[in-house]
């Protein structure tokens, strides 16, 4: 395996850097790819299915940012501030999931419908 490094110009159209890096197999399969965008937007991709043998000891994953954007587009945003159903709005991609630590929707799960934050429901 091999992790190649790179910056690339005219990011997205711009011209602005925007920096990558990537796990590739023998084969020339990238694995796994880390990318910033000009905007400090951080993306890991991976690619196939992930498998472990042996013992594996639980882990957190704290993520760089308040919002996380999925292959899909769809996101995972974490907030500090109040989110009440059907009357919060939002900019999340409709099916993006939401959380807040304040005392006004903490420990509800909420989900995007595009405009707003809606309780997540369970089909």
Known sequence: MQWISSDEQSYRGGSANAESMKLIDRDGNVLL???KDAAAAFVA???GALSTSGAMAPTSIVLPSATTTLAN???IVALTTAITANSTTTTAPAGSIGVTSHATGVGKLFQSD????QFAGVA
């Open 45 to 47: 991709a991976i690619t």
């Open 33 to 35: 790819a880390f990318t």
């Open 73 to 75: 587009e769809q996101q």
């Open 114 to 117: 595009g405009a707003k934050w």
